[in-house]
């Protein structure tokens, strides 16, 4: 056998590079849903909104993928996120929560991913989280009105009007459901927003040599 043969035969074929590539983001992937899932536990209590509406800093290892493997690996850790979650600590709501809060979670993962992964600049990244933020919010009013908390009341056996009664506890200002959203929901979101947006953009430029990116 000839020296070239040789050198030929140890040189990384391109299917060799795709595997490696593909199990490479499929480790970062599973490690990232870990990381969200252990900073599940650890919930921040809110002064204007009901002891169920709890701040996590999960979504921060979601958007860190979501900028570094792109939009579609961001879906899938939260996916795999609410998963392991509903997993680990089962439902009250048959599931409606949880799908709830993967399409709240999206709403703020998947504009900022786009805009970041079109123009991997700091500009964008800042336009990303902002819109993504703001679109949760418009996404997290929606969906707690007319989904999550009528299922959640219904799984605690009580009416709507029970929750905005919990909600009328810690802010006078909440009489309604109307009022439960405005002033405990979209400030929820929005505050979420903001300390994710802050996290991942202390830590992205740190830590984003470990992913592969273009």
């Known amino acids: 056998m000839s020296t070239k043969n040789v050198v030929m035969d140890k040189m990384p074929t391109p299917m060799n590079e795709a595997g490696k ?8 992937t ?32 979601v958007l860190i993928g979501a900028f570094a493997m792109g939009p579609a690996a961001g879906v899938i850790i939260e996916l795999l ?7 680990v600590n089962g439902t009250v ?13 999206c709403a703020y993962i998947l504009p900022a991913a786009v805009l970041y992964n079109r123009r991997k600049t700091r500009e964008t990244a800042v336009l990303g989280m902002v819109t993504g933020t703001i679109l949760m919010t ?26 905005v ?11 309604s459901l109307t009022t439960f959203v405005l002033l ?20 992205y430029k740190k830590i984003k040599i470990l992913f592969k990116t273009n």
């Open 93 to 105: 709501t048959a599931g409606v929560g949880e799908l709830g809060n993967f399409c709240i979670g």
């Open 138 to 163: 418009i996404a997290g009013c929606i969906l707690n009105a007319y989904v999550l908390l009528p299922a959640y009341a219904a799984a605690f056996q009580m009416p709507i009007d029970g929750l």
């Open 30 to 61: 599973a490690m990232l849903a870990g990381i969200a899932i252990l900073l599940m536990l650890f919930e921040i209590p809110l002064w204007f909104a009901p002891s169920f509406y709890e701040i996590d800093l999960s979504e921060v290892p």
């Open 184 to 203: 405990a929901v979209a400030p929820f979101n929005l505050l979420k927003g903001l300390l994710v947006s802050l996290v991942t953009f202390l830590l």
């Open 81 to 87: 996120k609410i998963l392991l979650n509903f997993i």
């Open 165 to 175: 009664s919990m909600g009328s506890a810690v802010n006078p200002g909440i009489t």
């Open 21 to 28: 590539t593909k199990i490479r983001t499929m480790v970062q």
